[in-house]
């Protein structure tokens, strides 16, 4: 195709001739410069040289202009000969083929498309070079639209002839996936009709690259970070698309051929029943089909990703090598700036098309899908939904499978990202089933959140109706039986819980808007929680009879493997209490929306819920260290007579008669043993222990994500029965009530190994401020040796320059003085008893002299 005639002159005489009046007016701007240079030059003189280079530039910026022009009239004449060089090099077109007339028209184009993108940026203000330009446009809008009809028919050609089977098998796929492979130019043995679809592909990408080029340098500035709009499509895409679109209509949209006739060929029912069977199996049979072409048959990660993709980036990189060279064509000085202006337009391109056939491939299969189930009113018809719906499960299974081919294409496009493919623009995602036909009609969703709500609910309280004692028959004694080695870390119903709360979670993410995620959460998820918390409360009540139901502290056969069960019951309630609240708390991040989105009335519903969950989790951690220390060590294990013997131990003279229940004998600094009132103590305390040191050793041996959270009910159990146990132990050794005026060496190295006895079992979870490291810092003071402890007391009196000899310090002397204070809080932690207060350290140092 020949351009209309065009009326120019001879370009090169133009141009030597406006070269030389430049030249002119450059001379004469230098001459003014140099008069303008000039001490006496006067005000008149200098206007007059003002207009003189006011006058200069306008001419100067004329000429430029005209040569511009000329530059853009030079580029149509060698586009216009190049042309007719290459047509009669390659003999008469229809000789030579469609092929070759496609060869020749592509050529043209592209040539074209090169000149109007280098003459893009020239033309704003140029009349002549305007008007040229905008025929030039039309010139290009008409030759690219038949040389695109054409390419599009040969290319139909070509895969029908090819791979007439496309998309029905695998092999089809891989036959086009080697054909567009970059190395198949290579290869001898392909046949040449497939080279010949290859040059028609190849043709067809770079049509479309070029034509977005041209479209792209229209709007100045080029913006670097604008992505492809959903109105561009990928030509090549969209006729590999075609097939399946085909097929499509053939097998779900035709009235009297494929699937669904053979349907109603073998329903004795007719073809009420045909209907009926369509709609009901409808979303499952076209979503099964698309699945079965993208996987099964390689028509999206064979065709599209290892054919179609490589191929569009090796035109593009063909296209960057011409722009390269593209100075050394033109003759003149801005050639060059041309040049790079084009090669950064392809630069943009290559950037906007990297990875992108995959993404239009999904967009158009998912617009397909969006077109059958509409074409077949989905969800509209009376038998689905509305009250004369006949069977309600109809609707849900359809919309069940309306989240399965949303999260089919979430997976695809994560697994396209993967594969380097980024910064595609989130509006070119393929589109959402959910989004397109549940989002819009509220009753309808509220419908389906209520059996959601519900289904999810039941299947909590079955589970729990098979796991929980609580929700199971007790037995005459009012327990019921539980096997220690059958014992679970986490209850079963937290694991449901966790798979219920990801289920919810896929399901929301797969709403786009913010809206439709926040009520699923309100209507769903809300009252899930609140369910399984209600389940666990009524746990907690059965778990606190057991713990009480009998006495642990009297002998009789399986006392301590009743108390061990009990405590293995605490432990795995608790767990699997928190990590429900790290399920819901990992629930909380759903809303994966733009932050436009997000305003400050936007509260989270599981906000509430989180805490909720979490406080109940630390409540029963609290209610069993209550029980167990309060009444089964407190009460039952005689801890609470130990508390109150303890003082008059610490306090009574080594040489006063005593007559007392444990009698010990006189000589207990070698032959110190635990008090027998505290045996029962230590005792239970030390199954207790035990069963949460032989979780925590069964987790170690667990190989999961979650292993670190498991560990939260023996270690908080065990860390908390450390705090309260410290806390007796230290209320005797600081004496707040004032019960143990005095300390003896004697008293106070018994309650120093009772203490000892105690922290022993703690080594694995006590810190170094908690109440059991502190009673234990203040017994070791309080049974320290007369020459060591008169040594830090005399140490103490030498700071605030008192009398070694006083009867008494006074913590004043030191708070008096900060730096005293900090010297003496030195001197005790030196001394190993950095955990007491300085004040406490001198109330027991004042009671032992």
């Not at 041209?214 to 970070?225: A, G, L, Y």
């Amino acid at each position: 195709m020949i351009m209309s005639p065009i009326e120019t002159t001879d370009p090169a005489a133009e141009l030597a001739k406006a070269q030389s009046h430049l030249d002119r007016l450059l001379k004469l701007q230098q001459h003014a410069d140099d008069q303008a240079a000039g001490a006496g030059m006067d005000e008149t003189t200098s206007n007059e040289n003002n207009d003189a280079a006011t006058s200069l530039y306008k001419r100067a910026k004329e000429a430029q202009e005209e040569i511009q022009f000329i530059q853009l009239q030079r580029d149509v004449i060698n586009l216009v000969n190049d042309t007719v060089k290459n047509s009669q090099r390659d003999g008469v077109v229809n000789d030579g083929g469609a092929e070759a007339a496609l060869s020749i028209a592509k050529d043209q184009c592209t040539s074209l498309g090169l000149v109007l993108i280098r003459h893009a940026n020239h033309h704003g203000n140029n009349t002549k070079m305007g008007q040229l330009y905008v025929k030039l446009m039309a010139w290009y809008t008409n030759l690219h639209k038949d040389t695109r009809q054409m390419t599009c028919n040969l290319f139909r050609a070509h895969l029908q002839k090819e791979t007439p089977e496309y998309p029905s098998n695998l092999q089809s796929s891989t036959v086009i996936a080697d054909i567009f492979s970059p190395s198949s130019a290579q290869q001898t043995h392909q046949q040449q009709q497939q080279k010949l679809w290859l040059d028609v592909a190849k043709c067809l990408i770079e049509l479309q690259i070029v034509h977005d080029a041209v479209q792209m340098v229209q709007t100045r500035p080029i913006d670097s970070n604008k992505h492809l709009s959903t109105q561009w499509r990928f030509d090549i895409v969209d006729e590999l698309c075609r097939p399946i679109a085909e097929r499509l209509r053939y097998h779900f949209l035709g009235e009297q051929s494929g699937l669904f006739t053979a349907s109603s060929a073998s329903s004795p029912g007719g073809v009420e029943l045909d209907k009926v069977s369509t709609m009901d199996r409808l979303p499952e049979w076209l979503f099964r089909y698309l699945r079965e072409i993208m996987e099964n048959h390689g028509a999206h990660s064979v065709v599209m990703i290892e054919g179609v993709q490589p191929l569009t980036d090796a035109v593009i990189d063909s296209l960057l090598v011409c722009t390269q060279f593209l100075s050394a064509d033109v003759g003149d000085s801005d050639s060059s700036d041309a040049g790079v202006s084009a090669r950064y337009v392809f630069m943009q391109l290559k950037q906007m098309y990297f990875g992108h056939s995959s993404i239009f491939f999904l967009r158009e299969i998912s617009r397909m899908a969006r077109h059958a189930l509409r074409a077949n009113s989905f969800l509209n018809h009376p038998d689905m939904v509305g009250s004369e719906c006949r069977d309600r499960n109809i609707a849900l299974r359809g919309i069940e499978q309306l989240f399965l081919f949303d999260d089919l294409m979430r997976k695809k496009i994560e697994s396209d990202q993967e594969g380097e493919i980024l910064g595609i623009d989130p509006i070119l995602y393929p589109v959402r089933m959910t989004d397109t036909f549940l989002t819009p009609r509220e009753d309808l969703l509220l419908w389906w959140m209520g059996d959601e709500r519900d289904v999810a609910i039941a299947r909590l309280q079955k589970c729990a109706a098979s796991t929980l004692p609580s929700c199971q028959p007790q037995t005459e004694d009012g327990s019921s039986s539980t096997n220690i080695a059958n014992q679970q870390v986490c209850p079963p119903i937290t694991d449901l819980f966790a798979a219920l709360l990801y289920s919810s979670r896929s399901k929301a993410n797969a709403f786009s808007d913010l809206r439709p995620q926040q009520m699923y959460v309100a209507n769903v998820v809300a009252p899930l929680c609140s369910a399984y918390l209600e389940l666990m409360h009524g746990e907690a009540k059965l778990l606190r009879q057991h713990l009480l139901s009998r006495d642990a502290t009297k002998s009789f056969s399986g006392s301590d493997e009743l108390l061990t069960a009990s405590v293995l019951e605490w432990i795995s309630m608790i767990t699997g209490v928190h990590m429900a609240g790290q399920a819901v708390r990992r629930l909380q991040t759903i809303q994966n929306v733009d932050s436009d989105q997000i305003h400050s009335e936007h509260r989270n519903p599981l906000d509430g819920v989180i805490k909720s969950v979490f406080a109940f989790a630390d409540a029963m951690v609290d209610e069993f260290v209550s029980v167990f220390v309060e009444q089964i060590m407190m009460e039952r294990a005689k801890l609470a007579g130990y508390t109150m013997r303890a003082p008059f131990l610490i306090s009574e003279h080594p040489h006063e008669p005593h007559e007392r229940r444990g009698q010990r004998e006189k000589d207990v600094i070698t032959t110190l043993t635990l008090s027998p009132d505290l045996n029962d103590s230590i005792h239970v305390l030390f199954v207790t222990l035990t069963a949460c040191q032989s979780v925590a050793a069964k987790v170690d041996s667990m190989d999961t994500r979650t292993a670190e959270m498991m560990y939260f009910g023996s270690q908080s159990i065990e860390k908390n029965l450390s705090h309260a146990v410290g806390c007796k132990f230290l209320d005797i050794g600081l004496d707040p009530m004032g019960m143990c005026p005095e300390i003896y060496l004697e008293g106070a190295k018994q309650f120093c190994h009772d203490v000892c006895s105690f922290e022993h079992l703690f080594h694995h979870s006590t810190s170094s401020e908690g109440p059991m490291e502190r009673a234990l810092a203040a017994s070791r003071l309080m049974s320290l040796d007369e020459s060591p402890l008169t040594a830090l007391r005399d140490a103490l009196c030498a700071l605030i320059s008192s009398d070694t000899g006083s009867e008494a310090l006074f913590i004043s002397d030191f708070a008096a003085d900060s730096r005293l204070l900090q010297e003496a809080e030195s001197m005790l932690d030196a001394k190993g008893f950095g955990s007491l207060a300085l004040e406490e350290a001198v109330s027991i140092m004042n009671r032992r002299f």
